[in-house]
């Protein structure tokens, strides 16, 4: 049976029907790459089974690394330093949890946050998330208010510059009106006072905020 072990053809049968027979190999045949992704593709955790030397190497192959850390973001951690540059495999973890971007090293983490696949994926988990992202996404509509939609208070960590845009942008100023409206006037620009969506939105929460209106808008009997 030792000697079966051995052999390269059985063993890649033997994996291939389950992965925890690379329990029982011998310790060079870890080092077949083809055999040890067979297993990955199964149950990542296989790795844990791997001698600590072919482990290091076996972990900066990109499709043991990108196979194991499509099962759980986790295994980003195991990852060997040259993937991180790899922007497939923070995706894969990032699409699980956005917070797998702090398991990278600084230089890494600011590249991918550049990124505008990676910025929006996490920002659609958590409006947080764009607090991290590269400043030029602070100028991008679409991620901000995909931050906004989740919580106004975002707006508050931009620039002044691109808080004046938005506050001015009456989709952005909806969404911040509808979560918490007397807040959110106070801060929208003034030509929005008499858009009637937002003013409708704000009266239902609050009915003394009809006073803001624009005149014209108060004596509409849809708003009133």
């Given at each position: 049976?030792?000697?079966?072990w051995q052999d390269r053809s059985l063993v890649m049968i033997a994996v291939q029907h389950d992965c925890q027979a690379m ?6 045949l870890w080092q077949e790459v083809d055999i040890v992704l067979e297993a990955v593709k199964q149950d990542w955790k296989i ?178």
């Amino acid at each position: 049976a030792r000697e079966l072990w051995q052999d390269r053809s059985l063993v890649m049968i033997a994996v291939q029907h389950d992965c925890q027979a690379m329990g029982k190999v011998r310790p060079h045949l870890w080092q077949e790459v083809d055999i040890v992704l067979e297993a990955v593709k199964q149950d990542w955790k296989i790795m844990e089974k791997c001698p600590t030397r072919t482990a290091k190497v076996l972990w900066s192959d990109y499709d043991i690394a990108i196979n194991a850390v499509r099962q759980d973001w986790h295994a980003l951690s195991k990852v060997g330093k040259d993937l991180y540059s790899e922007q497939m495999i923070i995706l894969e973890a990032v699409r699980q949890d956005w917070k797998a971007m702090d398991i990278l090293p600084p230089s890494a983490a600011k590249a991918h946050w550049a990124d505008r696949e990676i910025v929006t994926t996490a920002v659609k988990q958590d409006w947080k998330a764009l607090k991290n992202a590269d400043k030029e996404f602070f100028e991008d509509k679409a991620i901000v208010l995909c931050a906004v939609q989740q919580s106004y208070k975002i707006l508050f960590d931009l620039p002044d510059d691109q808080q004046k845009r938005y506050w001015a942008d009456p989709e952005m100023v909806l969404c911040a009106v509808q979560q918490d409206a007397p807040k959110a006037l106070r801060k929208a620009d003034k030509s929005l006072l008499g858009v009637k969506d937002i003013m409708l939105a704000a009266v239902k929460q609050q009915g003394s905020l009809l006073q803001l209106a624009d005149e014209a808008l108060r004596g509409d009997p849809t708003i009133v």
